[in-house]
């Protein structure tokens, strides 16, 4: 079970990061094209966004991998649920069913790790 947490918290991580990465470097106006829910907030809040996604992200393997401070770990996987939900209500006001379905996988996903790192198989 422990290597199913590691391979779900790399993969997670890596989403986080890349639209982290994304989010917070990239001007609202080239994001608009593909995230059109951009529209609905300021480029500061975007921005924010994208911060919080990659800090989630690398939080969700370095502590783990350097021993340090590990408890980040499920802490960084329970700040990505609550984004997630966060995120579906956004895209439950702009009905867009897709980004609810993506939402809620990727949500599921970090629990599932902070369930594992916070109950049973923390480190």
């Known amino acids: 079970m422990n290597v199913v947490l590691w391979i ?3 993969a997670l991580a890596a989403m986080f990061v890349m639209a982290g990465v994304m989010k917070s470097t990239q001007p609202k106006e080239k994001l608009a094209p593909r995230l059109p829910w951009v529209d609905d907030f300021s480029a500061g809040t975007v921005r924010f966004i994208g911060v919080a996604e990659l800090a989630g992200g690398l ?3 370095l502590p783990a991998l350097t021993g340090i401070a590990t408890v980040l770990t499920p802490l960084a996987a329970t700040g990505l649920a609550l984004t997630m939900v966060l995120a579906a209500v956004v895209h439950v006001r702009r009905k867009e069913p897709s ?3 993506v939402n809620a ?3 599921l996903l970090a629990a599932f ?5 916070f109950g049973p198989y923390a480190f």
């Open 8 to 10: 779900v918290q790399i």
């Open 59 to 61: 939080g969700l393997v």
């Open 99 to 101: 980004g609810i379905a």
């Open 105 to 107: 996988v990727l949500f």
């Open 113 to 117: 790790v902070a369930w594992g790192r």
